[in-house]
């Protein structure tokens, strides 16, 4: 299988869909705005979902909510007009399991599968393949994409039955948020108390009290430069939406994400949303919308 089409051609999926033509794959990508990134890159562009499923071995698409999946998929010029039997659709948008179930059950009735892989690791991360895949679904369709897999972008981990994929994604930002905060709290601390702020950084980078996101984000709170935003608060805050009615669902208490989730929602209500998640640092610091980002 060596045609893939890829929907949805913005942050992360113009990155993956680069990286599957680097690779060999021959990859026609679908927006409405079109792509001349993409025709660069020596893919092609379709005029709708439907002229894609026409000829793709594989399908790929990554949107930003479950209304652009159901339409792209379902609707009238939807891949499910044309889509061939045996055809695999990986499916890498973050949206609730049970919408996404319910297309896998209707590309299912055409002949076809659909996997659910979210992808983990920010724009950024995702041409250089250091992001990482959670794959889940039948697993011979996984099988029959495992190239493609391969080539989206850096690791990937087969998770399991179809959805844990995607709760291996909410665990991983229910990380991400805390550490997050975590991190804000213990530099608003010292910048507080008057400590110099690079000698924090670097003699705990390589402690115990380390974390990964210490390392890539006390630099950027550090200098508030929450601009160019490598991880929007408003990519971040409606997965963590996604995670707090997972937890719920699970009959599970989450004292300390809550509470990181809160900032985040305070953030977005105070119109940070376009900012770096880094900028939780001056939501806890009490900086006022003149100094948030004043590195910009």
Sequence with gaps: MHRVGVIGLGKMGLPIARNLAERGFAVTGYRRSGSPELIAAGGAVAASPAELARTADVLLSILPD???????????????????????????????????????????????????????GSPGMVGPRLATTFASGDESSIEAVREILDAISGPWVYTGAFGTGATMKYVANMLLAVHTVAAAEALALARRTGLDLELVQRTLDNSIA??????????????????????????????????????????????????????????VADGWGELDIACVHDQISGASALTRGASA
């Design 210 to 267: 380390a974390s990964a996101i210490w390392k890539q984000r006390g630099p950027v709170m550090r200098e508030r430069a929450w601009r160019p935003a490598p991880g929007p608060v408003d990519t971040l805050a409606p997965i963590l939406g996604q995670v707090a009615a997972a937890a719920e669902a699970a009959g599970l208490r989450t004292p300390v994400f809550s509470s990181a989730k809160a900032v985040f929602d305070q953030a």
């Design 66 to 120: 479950a209304a652009a999946v159901e339409e792209v998929i379902c609707g009238p010029a939807g891949t499910l007009t044309t889509l061939r039997a045996g055809t695999v659709h990986i499916e890498m948008s973050t949206i609730d399991v049970g919408h996404k179930d319910r297309i896998r059950a209707a590309v299912r009735r055409r002949g076809g599968d659909l996997l659910d892989c979210p992808i983990s």
